[in-house]
């Protein structure tokens, strides 16, 4: 029977997996995340069945459908080892994988086989006589998977997580989750700055019910640290060490810990010996570079700092970083750190290269690009003393309406800049107006009229300034 092509997508489109969950390959770094995945499949036994998942989504977002139902074999085999009771209900997003994958592949009869594998066994599972029930671990299974392809999806993360505790609300994996994407928002969201609730509790409920996971006691360090409990913070993190002392994932958040403490040195033992366990990862190499370039900055601000020492510290900040952008190419916060750091070390032909990499790029999000923005202004403004090209970059991240960090930063930036220059008496009316367009671009129209005003007295013939001025009036 030749199964049509219409009725299979329309099937496809109810099933929960990877495939119907919009996770969208511009928002990670495919290789990174894959580099990830694999390095998670070594180190953690039980979360593999989601690791083998994820990683066939990968597979075949990089076009290797063959890879791809390879990786859902084997997730197939844990679930057959680790719940031979439960291999329905265990299988669903696997089997709603297969069905996709093979959908892409052309082979229509095998995708409408796993079509009805899930099917029916959402009937068997389901007493009523809709067979779309929603199961917490497929909920949960989507919160892991969102939490992987970045901020954005950190909020429905958190929702799936709640909604697989509803069910079972002692489940130690749920409460992990939910408590992971609490804090993970809160990190993201603090830079937007929004209120988001406390993910203390949560972290402390998950521990409570899996006392073995140093991943979770490290997150409660750090929230701990956040809220200036450094000690109690510091006895968690210890702890763990002794746990599970050769746990990358744990020792990346130990050494973030003692970075953020102000103690480099020890933060750079713990990522190298990381490092030695999971040699590729880009996101170590990273912490690294910021390790070295923190102390970098700590001895500039000391009076006749040993120039040989800051020397070598900037050569090291400058070879991790170089391998996050040769690993990472899509990670825009690796160049900015890499062409900073090159500033710090006079070398400003080189930062100004880095820097190019990435401006002349077109594929950037919104806050990629307002923080790149934010960086190159400084680079101009701290390293090249040009104030009006540094003023000429924040505007470019301010004039694009996403909130994002990287804006907020942008438009402090400019308006510090500004008040000075005013505050100076070295104000134009150009400075004026530019003023009057960030707080426009705020939404503080008041203000704004208030400085096209003064950029007018300035400069009476100037029709730009009039038709802001007149635009702005209007639109109160």
Not at 173 to 197: I, P, S
Not at 376 to 394: L, V
């Amino acid at each position: 029977s030749i199964i049509s092509k219409n009725s299979l997508k329309t099937s496809l489109l109810q099933l929960e997996c990877y495939f119907t969950w919009t996770l969208l390959k511009d928002d990670v770094d495919l290789d990174g995340l894959e580099e990830i995945i694999l390095d998670q499949i070594k180190f953690f036994e039980d979360s593999n069945i989601t690791n083998y998942n994820i990683l066939s989504y990968i597979y075949h977002l990089k076009n290797s459908n063959e890879e791809a139902l390879r990786s859902l074999q084997k997730a197939e085999e844990l679930v057959q080892k680790h719940h031979p009771d439960e291999i329905a209900r265990r299988s669903l997003v696997t089997w709603g994988n297969y069905a996709w994958v093979y959908y892409h592949m052309k082979r229509f009869e095998e995708a409408q086989t796993y079509i009805s594998k899930v099917e029916n066994s959402y009937k068997s599972l389901s007493s009523s006589a809709h067979w779309k029930i929603h199961l917490p671990e497929v909920y949960a299974e989507q919160g892991w998977a969102l939490l992987r392809f970045g901020g954005k999806y950190f909020e429905k993360a958190k929702n799936c997580f709640e909604n697989a505790l509803k069910n079972e609300p002692n489940n130690p994996d749920f409460n992990a989750g939910y408590a992971t994407a609490l804090y993970r928002l809160e990190g993201f969201a603090g830079r937007l700055y929004e209120e988001v609730n406390s993910s203390l509790e949560p972290l402390k409920r998950a521990l409570e019910l899996n006392p073995d996971d140093t991943c979770i006691m490290a997150l409660l360090a750090l929230k701990l640290q956040d809220l200036k409990q450094d000690y109690e913070g510091e006895r968690y993190i210890e702890k763990a060490m002794q746990k599970t002392p050769d746990l990358p994932y744990f020792l990346r958040y130990a050494a973030k810990f003692y970075r953020r403490k102000g103690e480099p040195r020890k933060a750079v033992e713990i990522l190298k010996k990381a490092l030695r366990l999971t040699p590729k990862s880009g996101f170590l190499h990273h912490q690294l570079g910021i390790c070295y370039r923190g102390h970098v900055l700590q001895l500039q601000k000391t009076r006749n700092p040993p120039q040989e020492y800051v020397e070598k510290l900037i050569q090291l900040a400058i070879f991790h970083f170089k391998i996050v952008t040769e690993q990472k190419t899509k990670f825009v916060a690796g160049y900015c750190d890499l062409a900073t750091i090159y500033a710090l070390g006079k070398r400003y032909e080189e930062a100004e290269e880095t820097f190019q990499i990435v401006l002349q790029r077109n594929n950037l999000s919104y806050g990629e690009k307002q923080e790149l923005y934010y960086s190159y202004g400084n680079f101009q403004r701290f390293h090249m003393k040009s104030e009006s090209k540094a003023i000429k970059y924040y505007i470019e991240g301010l004039k694009m309406q996403q909130d994002s960090y990287g804006r907020n930063k942008c438009r402090r930036a400019v308006e510090t800049l500004l008040k000075q220059k005013i505050e100076r008496g070295l104000g134009d009316a150009t400075d004026f107006s530019t003023l009057g367009l960030v707080h426009n671009l705020s939404g503080e129209k008041q203000k704004a009229i208030e400085c096209y005003e003064k950029a007018i007295a300035l400069d009476r013939n100037n029709q730009e300034y009039q038709n802001a001025l007149r635009e702005l009036q209007l639109s109160i």
